[in-house]
């Protein structure tokens, strides 16, 4: 069973900074396409951003500008680094395993145990 381990979540007050991590095995981070989704409260789980194994991201509408995904192949972690945090952008947020190396599709069962943020004054 392959493990996703997040961290990095925290309260911050708007306007914010706050960066998320997720640690997984050498083999899996090398190959294989990783993102980040979020669920906040009464609402469905959505993409926030995701990565290929060769570093190409993608973005939510909603976080471009704000957010910046990267890959640290020595670490084989993958950050989310969240500035100019909103009160909307308060979710539990999920690490994710791609089923392919270029493209971000995530697998039904490789997720993190989920990192809660809360944006709040």
């Known amino acids: 069973q392959v493990q996703l381990v997040e961290s990095g979540g925290g309260l911050v007050e708007p306007g914010g900074s706050l960066t998320l991590s997720c640690t997984t095995v050498?083999?899996?981070?090398?190959?294989?396409?990783m993102g980040w989704y979020r669920q906040a409260p009464g609402k469905q789980r959505e993409f926030v951003a995701s990565?290929?194994?060769?570093?190409?991201?993608d973005y939510a509408d909603s976080v471009k500008g704000r957010f910046t995904i990267s890959r640290d192949k020595d670490k084989n972690t993958l950050f989310l680094k969240m500035t100019s945090l909103k009160v909307e952008d308060t979710a539990v947020y999920y690490c994710?395993?791609?089923?392919?190396?270029?493209?971000?599709?995530?697998?039904?069962?490789?997720w993190g145990q989920g990192t809660q943020v809360t944006v709040s004054s």
């Open positions: 994710a395993l791609s089923y392919y190396s270029d493209t971000f599709k995530p697998r039904d069962d490789y």
């Open positions: 050498e083999s899996i981070f090398r190959l294989y396409a």
């Open positions: 990565s290929n194994y060769e570093g190409v991201t």
